[in-house]
């Protein structure tokens, strides 16, 4: 039994990996193929790297418009954390990726999105 109606989202492959899953489909209603992929990013650096380089050769490979959410952990700005935190490697690493990759970044329209763990 899938998660989601058979009758409209017609679904051709799930595929995935260390920290992502991505469904391949094609809206059944209106004949829309595409790909949504759900990310949740390790913390370590290195990991991420190869995070987004997996995600990079998966984009290669199915060359159709993705939906790409998630928790990235990272961010691109210093202004995008409550904390004021940024790392720059990372930051500058998660830049590279998105812009490989042609993805277009959509801004939360309230408050801050991250957490971080310390004292009141």
């Not at 650096?45 to 998630?70: M, S, T, V």
């Amino acid at each position: 039994m899938a998660m989601w109606d058979n009758s409209k989202l017609a679904v051709s492959s799930v595929e995935y990996g260390y920290g992502w899953i991505g469904l391949f489909g094609q809206n059944v209603l209106i004949g829309f193929s595409g790909v949504v992929v759900g990310v949740y990013a390790p913390c370590n650096q290195a990991d991420k790297l190869l995070l987004w380089k997996d995600l990079r050769i998966l984009k290669a490979a199915f060359e159709c418009p993705w939906f790409l959410a998630g928790d990235f952990n990272e961010t691109l700005l210093q202004s995008d954390r409550s904390s004021g935190f940024i790392n720059k490697i990372g930051s500058t690493t998660f830049r590279l990726f998105i812009d490989d990759c042609n993805l277009i970044k959509y801004n939360m329209s309230e408050g801050l999105y991250t957490w971080f763990h310390g004292d009141p």
